[in-house]
């Protein structure tokens, strides 16, 4: 098996880890759902060492995962988890949250129970950042955010870009306050929350 690799993942790193450098300053322990490829854990893990970066994904993608962690060897990224929204979570808490470019990939349906299932795994005042594409009061924020849109709905009908005001209104059901709406390059947001 060749190890996979995003291409996407070595544009959006560093906007993202500006952010997270900020955000996570304080925090010790990151569950990233969703880790697809590994690039953004093994990038993030590096560059934080303070953190303790805990990737999960579905079943499929950990032995990639493995890959990338393996080769990098650092001392703050354990094993990979299996995490599916529709199963039972592997027990863990942790004061940060981190997932990039999941929610559009995801049914609305799992994208609710990704929601309903934070508060189990959030300590009090645990930070929350999800970063991807939104649309805005029901609009798309560029052209390139319509087309990518158009392209993932007829790729699946289920996939497609999230309304930001609905996504907000799921993660204030969970017990979230939100923080910032953090625009980056490319048409894309980092949203931060914060666990009351």
């Not at 060492?49 to 890959?67: T, Y």
């Not at 990939?105 to 129970?113: L, P, Q």
Request: hydrophobic letters at 45%; charged letters at 15%; aromatic letters at 6%.
């Amino acid at each position: 098996m060749n190890k996979p690799f995003s291409a996407a993942c070595e544009r959006n790193r560093e906007p993202i880890l500006s952010v997270l450098a900020t955000h996570f300053a304080d925090c010790s322990h990151v569950l990233e759902i969703g880790s697809g490829t590994g690039q953004h854990a093994v990038h993030f893990a590096a560059a934080l060492p303070h953190l303790v970066w805990q990737c999960s994904d579905r079943p499929e993608h950990l032995p990639g995962i493995r890959m990338w962690l393996d080769d990098a060897a650092l001392p703050n990224t354990p094993p990979p988890l299996a995490l599916d929204v529709n199963t039972p979570w592997p027990p863990i808490e942790v004061d940060a949250v981190f997932s990039a470019n999941t929610l559009h990939i995801m049914a609305w349906a799992e994208v609710e129970r990704l929601f309903a299932k934070l508060p189990a795994v959030l300590k009090p005042g645990a930070r929350l950042v999800i970063y991807g594409p939104f649309r805005i009061g029901g609009q798309h924020t560029s052209p390139s955010n319509a087309a990518f849109d158009a392209s993932l709905r007829a790729q699946a009908e289920h996939m497609g870009i999230r309304d930001l005001d609905a996504v907000k209104a799921l993660a204030t059901d969970a017990g979230l306050l939100h923080l910032a709406d953090i625009p980056l390059p490319a048409n894309n947001r980092c949203q931060l929350w914060q666990a009351l």
